[in-house]
């Protein structure tokens, strides 16, 4: 069921890669709820993704853009404000790439060359993305831009490595530059906190399997899938939350908050 709560708002969507990606979920939720998309992501993602068929059933055009790159970038930002032809409403930043999770190396032998490229990536991207957009005044009033990122930023899961440096960075760069933009535009920036979610990146971890049914176990709601994820984007997107910025928002089902469930307990003593 549509609310229209975008209805005229025109947003870039990072990272949509195919129909498992919550990027993809969020640009056909956005779409829904009746606002014009630009869809992009990096060119190699582009030609082994299937990005092309959410751009038909969106009418969204593809814009390739190598998030390390400032002239991609920029390149990305201007083109966007030509097809809309007016400022960007809300950008979502759903980018994430661990080097060395994907060379098997484990967070107490990092390779720390593969470590700048993560966090290149993964975190400092979105400061590019919110420096870019600054320089270029394009983003209209009140504009809201979310980045994706997870609980392990604020607490040990071994296996998440490196991406957990990333998303305490991603997170840190949310507040800091939400400070400056709100003071230039009204634009707010904040940070979702998901619960862990089925996605080609997320099933590269280590025991992904086993810890999304220890999280669905943990928390009250159970885990908050990607649709979820979708629906609570588009009000930090919408005007319903024009006073909050410079948050990480936790929407994964009260696992954040339950130090121990009956769900659990009970699977320990059996």
Same mark, same amino acid.
């Given at each position: ?15 949509? %890669? ?14 829904? !709820? ?41 390149? %990305?930002?201007?083109?966007? %404000? !030509?097809?809309?032809? !007016? ?5 979502? &930043? ?20 593969? !470590? ?9 991207? @979105?400061? /590019? ?25 604020? /607490? ?12 305490? %960075? ?9 400070? &400056? ?16 979610? /089925? ?21 009250? @709601? ?19 939350? /024009? ?5 990480? @928002?936790? &929407? ?19």
């Amino acid at each position: 069921m549509s609310f229209n709560l975008l209805k005229g708002k025109k947003g870039i969507i990072f990272g949509a %890669l195919n129909n498992q990606s919550i990027a993809w979920k969020i640009a056909e939720k956005c779409f829904e !709820e009746g606002a014009q998309i630009v869809l992009t992501n990096a060119p190699v993602a582009l030609r082994f993704g299937e990005i092309n068929e959410l751009a038909e059933k969106l009418n969204a055009p593809v814009i390739p853009a190598d998030v390390t790159s400032m002239s991609d970038l920029s390149n %990305l930002f201007t083109k966007s %404000l !030509e097809h809309f032809g !007016e400022p960007i409403d809300f950008v979502l &930043h759903s980018v994430g790439m661990s080097m060395n999770v994907r060379k098997g190396n484990p967070y107490t032998n990092l390779d720390h060359e593969l !470590e700048h490229k993560t966090l290149d990536i993964s975190a400092m991207s @979105l400061h /590019r993305v919110c420096q870019t957009a600054f320089q270029l005044d394009a983003m209209a009033e009140w504009g809201s831009i979310v980045g994706l990122s997870y609980i392990a930023a604020q /607490r040990v899961f071994p296996d998440y490595s490196e991406m957990a440096d990333t998303k305490a %960075l991603l997170e840190s760069i949310a507040r800091s530059f939400g400070y &400056h933009y709100g003071l230039k535009k009204k634009v707010r920036i904040n940070t979702i906190s998901q619960s862990p979610t /089925r996605t080609t990146a997320g099933s590269g971890v280590k025991g992904f399997e086993g810890f999304i049914t220890y999280a669905d176990k943990m928390s009250p @709601l159970g885990n908050a899938s990607a649709d979820d994820c979708a629906n609570y984007c588009v009000t930090l997107f919408s005007d319903l939350t /024009r006073m909050v910025t410079m948050q990480n @928002l936790f &929407h994964d089902g009260g696992f954040s908050f339950t130090g121990l469930s009956h769900a659990v307990i009970d699977q320990m003593e059996k």
